[in-house]
C-alpha cells in the first residue's frame, strides 16, 4: 500500500485540488501534498514496523525511549531515527501515558488488538470527514489494525472525487474483502452505522453531528439525551475538533521572532481556508507584555497578505457572516474581506467565539493581565474552563522565557487539559507524527462529548494515552542556529507563506512512499527556498 501510495500521490493530490478549487501551480497545493498522500505513507511504514515486531514476538516499544514528565510515563514520538532528526530538526514529540502505567506495563499492552490478531472484532463503520484528504484513509488504517475490525468507510460528500484514488491504494485490502469503500449523504451515513451487523462506529466531524448519530434529531433526541438512552446501540469514537486557542508567553522578542510567529498563527488559522478541526481560533496575550502592540500589528498583516484562496468548504460564507454579525467591530481581512479578526475579546463574559467552533477562517484575540508566571496561569485557567473542545492548544514562548519559568513552564503544560499540546510549533506537527497519537483529551463521555472520544494514528498502538506533547524551534535556520537552538529547519513548509511548499510537498511525499538518502538533498534545497 505504500508502494500504491507513491505510484498515485498525485491523482490523490489532483482530487484535492478539485475539491479545494486550488490553482495547480499555486504554493498552497503543498498542503495537500503534505496533509494526504506524504503523512499516510509515513503511517503505512510505521504501522508496518509495529506489525513486524509483533509478528517476532517483540513488543512496539521495545525500543522506544521512555521518560518522566508531570509524574507520568513517557515515550518518546519523535525523532524515531536519522531521517527524522534531519528532515524535522529540531522538532520532537512525547506520548504521556496515563497516570499509573509505566514502561514496563506499556511494553506489555503495546499493540492492542494485534496481540490477538485471532480474535476479530466485527465490522467497523468509518464516516469520513471532509476537510484533511487523509483523515479518513488513516481512520480506516486504524481501524483496522489498532481494533481488528474490517472496516466499511463511507466518504464525507465533500471528498467524493477521492474514491477511485483512494480503492487503487486500498487495493490490496479491498481483494481481501476486508476494506469497502462508498460514497453517500447523510441518508446513507445514516443506514451504515444502524445496520446491525456494524459493530462499531467512528467518526471525524462536529460534535452535532455526533450527537445527531448518538441521539437522534429534534425533541426526542433532546428527551433520549436525559433519559440517557442512545438512539445508536453500538459504541462509537470520535475526533471532533472544537476551539482551539494559541498562548502566547509575554518575553524580549526580535522583530524577526515578530514576523516568524505571527506568520506561525496566520497559518495555525489559514491553513486549508481554515477548515482545520484543530485550526487556531483564538489567541490569548498579555496585556502587560510591552510588544503586545508591535506582536497584533504583525499577526494582523500575516492574515491579511496570506495567500487568497476559494472559501471551498460548505456553509463557510455563512459561518464568516455569523461571527461578524456577533462581532460588527471585527477587522475584514485579504483581498476580498473573507478574513475576520476580532480583537478585544472578554474572556470573563460568554464570548461566542470561544464556544462556537466557526472553521471558518475567523481569529479572536484575548488579553489577559500579568507577566509571564501569571498570565501562564490565568491562560491555563482560561483554556481550561472558557472554550469548546480539548483537541489541541499551542503554546509560542521565547526560550528565555521557559528558562525562567522553570518548572512553573512544566507545570503549566501538565495542566492543559488538551490531548495535543504544542510549543513552539502547532498541534499538527502531532497530526503528521504517525507514532504520536491524535484525539480529544480522555475522559469525554457520549453525552458531553467535547471533542471526541478516542485516539486515532498512534502507529505504535500505544494502550492509555493521555496526550501528545510536540515541541519546535522557537526561531527558524539559520537564526536557530545563531541562537544556540541547533535546528536546522528553515520555514516549515507547512506555513501559508512558504514560497516552495508544493515542491517541497511533492519531494516529502516521494521519499515517504519509497525512503532513501539519495533524495534527502532536493527536499533540503527546496525547503531552504521557502
Known sequence: MRTLT???????????????????????????????????????????????????????????????????????????????????????????????????????????????????????????????????????????????????????????????????????????????????????????????????????????????????????????KRAGTPLLDKPISSELGGVSPTIVLPGEWSTADLKFHAEHIATQRLHNGGYNCVASQAVLVSA?????????????????????????????????AGARAVYPGARRLGSGGERLLVSELDPDTDETLFSTEYFAPVLGVAELPGNAADFARAAVDTANEKFTGTLGVNIVAHPDTIDGLGEQFETMIERLRYGTIAVNAWTAVGYLTPTASWGAYPGHTIDDVQSGIGVVHNAWMIDRIERTVVR???????????????????????????????????????????????????????????
Open 288 to 320: 502587560d507584555w510591552p510588544q503586545k502592540d508591535a506582536f497584533l500589528a504583525e499577526l494582523t498583516a500575516a492574515v491579511d497578505r496570506a495567500p487568497a484562496r476559494p472559501a471551498y468548504y460548505p456553509g463557510s460564507d455563512d459561518r464568516v
Open 472 to 530: 519546535g524551534p522557537f526561531r527558524p535556520a539559520p537564526r536557530s542556529i545563531l541562537h544556540g537552538e541547533w535546528s536546522l529547519s528553515p520555514k516549515p513548509p507547512w506555513f501559508v507563506g512558504n514560497r516552495t511548499a508544493a515542491r517541497t510537498g511533492r519531494l516529502l511525499t516521494t521519499f515517504a512512499a519509497d525512503p532513501r538518502w539519495s533524495r534527502l538533498p532536493a527536499i533540503f534545497a527546496s525547503a531552504l527556498r521557502g
Open 6 to 224: 507513491g505510484q498515485h500521490a498525485r491523482e490523490w493530490v489532483d482530487a484535492a485540488i478539485e475539491i479545494k478549487q486550488l490553482a495547480p501551480s499555486s504554493p498552497l497545493v503543498g498542503e495537500e501534498w503534505m496533509s494526504g498522500p506524504y503523512v499516510f505513507a509515513a503511517a503505512l511504514s510505521a504501522v508496518s514496523h509495529t506489525l513486524e515486531s509483533l509478528e517476532r514476538g517483540q513488543s512496539p516499544l521495545a525500543n522506544a525511549k521512555f521518560g518522566t514528565a508531570g509524574g507520568r510515563t513517557t515515550v518518546q514520538a519523535l525523532p524515531t531515527n536519522l531521517y527524522d532528526e534531519l528532515l524535522l530538526s529540531g522538532y520532537r514529540a512525547e506520548v504521556w501515558l496515563q497516570p499509573g502505567v509505566d514502561a514496563d506495563a506499556a511494553k506489555a499492552r503495546a499493540g492492542l488488538a494485534q496481540r490477538d490478531p485471532g480474535r476479530t472484532h466485527g465490522i467497523g463503520a468509518v464516516l469520513g470527514a471532509g476537510n484533511i484528504t487523509s483523515i479518513a484513509p488513516l481512520d480506516t488504517l486504524y481501524e483496522l489494525v489498532a481494533h481488528n475490525r474490517v472496516v466499511a468507510l463511507k466518504l464525507n460528500p465533500v471528498t467524493d472525487p477521492l474514491l477511485p484514488v483512494l480503492e487503487k491504494i486500498f487495493a490490496p485490502l479491498i481483494d481481501l474483502g476486508v476494506v469497502r469503500m462508498f460514497t453517500g449523504g447523510a441518508e446513507t451515513g445514516g443506514y451504515l452505522v444502524a445496520h446491525e451487523q456494524v459493530a462499531h462506529v467512528h467518526m471525524t466531524g462536529s460534535a452535532a453531528t455526533h450527537d445527531a448519530i448518538v441521539w437522534g434529531t429534534g425533541a426526542l433526541a433532546a428527551e433520549r
